[in-house]
């Protein structure tokens, strides 16, 4: 999916948030959903790496701290053309890695303990590839806004279900332009849209990442493996503190194994990402 494409989307998400917000509130709700859609993605811009470091609490790790690991994200950052991106290490025994940052100068790339301990140089090269090409492909924005959208929309939608379970805003209802089976309806399915949307982006931008990354590495089979390697070991160790509305930064889905959440993956599958890597060859 080219660029044009996701910003049509995100726009596309972006007016469902403010007629959302029409719905519930009239006009002023409309102003508010946009002004609110504004702030969001501004928020989303500036500190959205910083939240999601944080979150998974990640440390930055020095070159005298992990020598071998600079080495690797240097060499595979010159060859794409790219600044060094800061290092962080995510205190997890999940085997997972992921990307963040607004644009290469800002960048961060962060891997798990587990990770390191997985999987061999070849592999790992593979991975730290995969999300130097999230990186080129300046996907990691876009992925912070899709995800703060979907989020604010799912946060109207409960607003609307309260709505719903009261009997409707009064004054849509004198209006005669709301009641409470629509708000009840809206409830349902604005975040479903929202979800729907979110995983289109995310899965076809998880395939460009692995064909960037498998030119970045010279070698598609790295990473063939490495996604193999890292299935089975996150459905194993999953990482705990996974937030559905982070997961989709990830190379490999880190709520494997958590109840009915692995159905709604914003992840392709790895079977499939992994036969297309090897077709490379």
Same mark, same amino acid.
Request: glycine share 10%; charged share 15%.
């Given at each position: 999916?080219?660029?044009?494409?996701?910003?049509?989307?995100?726009?596309?998400?972006?007016?469902?948030?403010?007629?959302?917000?029409?719905?519930?509130?009239?006009?002023?709700?409309?102003?508010?959903?946009?002004?609110?859609?504004?702030?969001?993605?501004?928020?989303?811009?500036?500190?959205?790496?910083?939240?999601?470091?944080?979150?998974?609490?990640?440390?930055?790790?020095?070159?005298?701290?992990?020598?071998?690991?600079?080495?690797?994200?240097?060499?595979?950052?010159?060859?794409?053309?790219?600044?060094?991106?800061?290092?962080?290490?995510?205190?997890?025994?999940?085997?997972?890695?992921? /990307?963040?940052?607004?644009?290469?100068?800002? @960048? &961060?790339?962060? *891997?798990?303990?587990? !990770?390191? =301990?997985?999987?061999?140089? %070849?592999?790992?090269?593979?991975?730290?590839?995969?999300?130097?090409?999230?990186?080129?492909?300046?996907?990691?924005?876009?992925?912070?806004?899709?995800?703060?959208?979907?989020?604010?929309?799912?946060?109207?939608?409960?607003?609307?279900?309260?709505?719903?379970?009261?009997?409707?805003?009064?004054?849509?209802?004198?209006?005669?332009?709301?009641?409470?089976?629509?708000?009840? /309806?809206?409830?349902?399915?604005?975040?479903? @849209? &929202?979800?729907? *949307?979110?995983?289109? !982006?995310? =899965?076809?931008?998880?395939? %460009?990442?692995?064909?960037?990354?498998?030119?970045?590495?010279?070698?598609?089979?790295?990473?063939?493996?490495?996604?193999?390697?890292?299935?089975?070991?996150?459905?194993?160790?999953?990482?705990?503190?996974?937030?559905?509305?982070?997961?989709?930064?990830?190379?490999?889905?880190?709520?494997?194994?958590?109840?009915?959440?692995?159905?709604?993956?914003?992840?392709?599958?790895? /079977?499939?990402?992994?036969?297309?890597?090897? @077709?490379?060859?």
């Amino acid at each position: 999916m080219n660029t044009a494409k996701t910003v049509a989307l995100m726009t596309l998400m972006t007016v469902g948030f403010v007629l959302l917000g029409q719905y519930l509130g009239g006009q002023q709700g409309m102003i508010m959903a946009l002004v609110l859609a504004a702030a969001m993605n501004m928020t989303a811009y500036w500190f959205s790496d910083k939240i999601a470091l944080m979150s998974y609490r990640a440390q930055q790790v020095s070159e005298a701290e992990a020598p071998e690991l600079h080495a690797m994200v240097r060499g595979l950052a010159t060859r794409a053309g790219l600044p060094m991106p800061k290092v962080y290490v995510i205190p997890s025994a999940s085997p997972n890695a992921f /990307a963040t940052g607004r644009n290469p100068a800002h @960048a &961060a790339v962060a *891997v798990t303990d587990g !990770i390191m =301990r997985l999987l061999n140089r %070849q592999e790992l090269e593979g991975v730290i590839a995969h999300e130097l090409g999230h990186v080129r492909n300046r996907d990691i924005l876009i992925g912070s806004i899709v995800a703060t959208l979907a989020g604010a929309v799912t946060m109207l939608a409960r607003m609307a279900s309260f709505g719903a379970m009261f009997g409707g805003y009064g004054n849509r209802d004198r209006e005669g332009g709301g009641n409470a089976i629509g708000l009840l /309806a809206m409830a349902i399915l604005a975040p479903i @849209a &929202a979800l729907v *949307v979110q995983m289109w !982006i995310s =899965r076809t931008r998880e395939y %460009q990442a692995d064909a960037t990354g498998a030119a970045i590495a010279g070698t598609p089979l790295g990473l063939a493996g490495a996604l193999e390697k890292m299935e089975a070991g996150a459905q194993r160790v999953p990482i705990p503190n996974a937030n559905p509305s982070s997961a989709h930064m990830f190379i490999v889905n880190p709520l494997s194994g958590k109840s009915l959440m692995s159905m709604f993956s914003t992840h392709p599958p790895i /079977a499939e990402r992994v036969s297309r890597l090897r @077709a490379m060859r």
